[in-house]
């Protein structure tokens, strides 16, 4: 996949004919106008993406009365209702997203390397790409027809195997119910970023490997692991800020039962749940934070695992 | 070797199982809704309730809107970046990645304390609905442009025609537009299919749309949210169908997630 994100400015004729042909077009030096033509994707930008962002940051430093304070920050940590949904939204995340890269990787690997016929590559992949857009509430009612207290799953275990998933006081409407539903769009996106970067493993790289007196253990160990490690990685933090930050399908499934840090920045906008507005751009920026802080992270194993696929 | 693909096997059913089980289960289940036999009761009465309409037909006007100002915004951008500015990309693209860093939720919060208040009271029109909706697609749009933009030489093509006396109006809308042409359609579908099920923008900016609809009859109907859930999916999954046919032998379309 390319994010195009290393991609390095070709060539411009203008860069290029230094030499003594004549120039077909002088070099421009109306320098600002050229950067005019990208001013209203960049004013729109910064009205609508960085300025509420400002706006964000500023706030979390105001107390009620206006003043400058710290204290909406130190709240973040101290009060134990925002600790907790920072927790259950970090868990959420984390599980998915390790559980989803370590499924989607296997998938991917079953259909790019692992003999499979070739229809069930472009089947997997077409589906990875309808499955990693199902999200929000109907993905939500879909679990609920799949495994609710009527659902489908629900019904034949109970008739056929006569176990009844709810006895042991297990609802779905709790982590691992949401955790399972965040799963249905995490893996598929690791399967669709994971097959190009499995078919970019050189068969000469292997043959060497071969030729050197290595086995598949010392491929995959000194040579397949390193290669693909920057995209796992990478996939891996792209799936985690993809559950930190939703919202729909947590709502839809379990109300406002589940303590999430999206569930209640939710609540905040609709009336001051938190009695405390300066709270809830804390609370906002904290999620800014992390998610630039995947960002980076993102980014910068994406460059690494771009020395390997050009 | 024969190992290997019954364990190859195990993993590419069992991916089959997670995709279609839940699927099936809503089918079904919006079949269920008289006691004992399959029936369609359940999308009579989601056909029957005239607020169905109403919502679908607001975020059908959403999505075009929003398509139509995602493409006057991104398209010139992209071309202009492609034709002139080619040192300009990483910045384009550290916006376009932008909506990453900032979930919706956080957009709604942030753009709700900003302009809902006078003097830009803009919360009292759709506008800043559109604009979440605008931002939710940049990643997609853009990138669908970006590599429309990239496989044909647009720089080119942009020389002659206008070495043959066209203006900028006609480059665009006769050399530009017709050789982007598929990925044009790969970004206005992905657009429609995230604005058409989007719930988080309009439901906390109060708007009435398909997504808080759907939301809104789960809390008070069984069956019949299943059975227009059953829908939602449909839509989606003709978007990308499309996207996928029309795209047949395109360069792949990266997917950067947003709003779940």
Known sequence: MDHGLHGAPPVTPEESTHGDAPQARPPRRQFSWTWAGL??????????????????????????????????????????????????????????ALGGAFFGFLLAYAVCLGGLPKWARSFLLSFSGVASNFAGVPLAFAFVATMGNAGLVTRMLESLLNIDIHAGGFTIYSFWGLSIVYMYFQFPLMVLIMAPALDGLRREWREACENLGGTSYHYWKHIALPILLPTLLGTAILLFGNAFGAYATAYAFTGSFLNLVTIVIGAQIQGDVLYNPGLGNALALGMIVIMSLCMLGYIWLQRRAARWTR | MKRFHVWSWFWFLLGLLYFFLPLFSTLEFSLRMIKGRYTLEAYRQAFADPRFYQSFGYSLLWSVVTIVVSLLLVVPTAYWVHLRLPK?????????????????????????????????????????????????????????????????DIRTLTEAAQSLGANWLTVLKDVVFPNIRVALLSGIFLTFAIVMGEFTFAALLGW??????????????????????????????????????????????AQVPTAR
């Open chain 1, 39 to 96: 001013a209203p994707f960049f004013l729109f930008a910064f009205l609508f993406l960085v300025l509420p962002s400002i706006s964000i940051f500023i706030r979390s430093f105001e107390s009620s009365d206006g003043g400058f304070t710290f204290q909406n920050i130190v709240d973040i940590f101290a009060k134990r209702d925002i600790r907790n949904a920072y927790r259950m939204s970090l868990e959420v995340s984390v599980v998915t």
């Open chain 2, 208 to 253: 009435p749309a398909f997504g808080p609809y759907i939301e809104e009859i789960g809390s008070m109907r069984a069956y019949t949210p299943q059975a227009v859930s059953v829908m939602s999916f449909g839509i989606t999954w003709i978007s990308i169908a499309v996207i996928q046919w029309v795209g047949r032998g395109a360069p792949g379309q």
């Open chain 2, 88 to 152: 300009a990309r990483p910045f384009v693209e550290f916006v376009t990645l932008m909506p990453f860093v900032v979930p919706a939720v956080v957009l709604v919060f942030g753009l709700v304390r900003l302009y809902g208040r006078p003097p830009l009271a803009l919360t009292t029109t759709p506008a800043v609905l559109i604009v979440g909706y605008v931002v939710l697609s940049l990643p997609y749009m853009y990138r669908a442009v970006d590599a429309g933009l990239r496989a044909v």
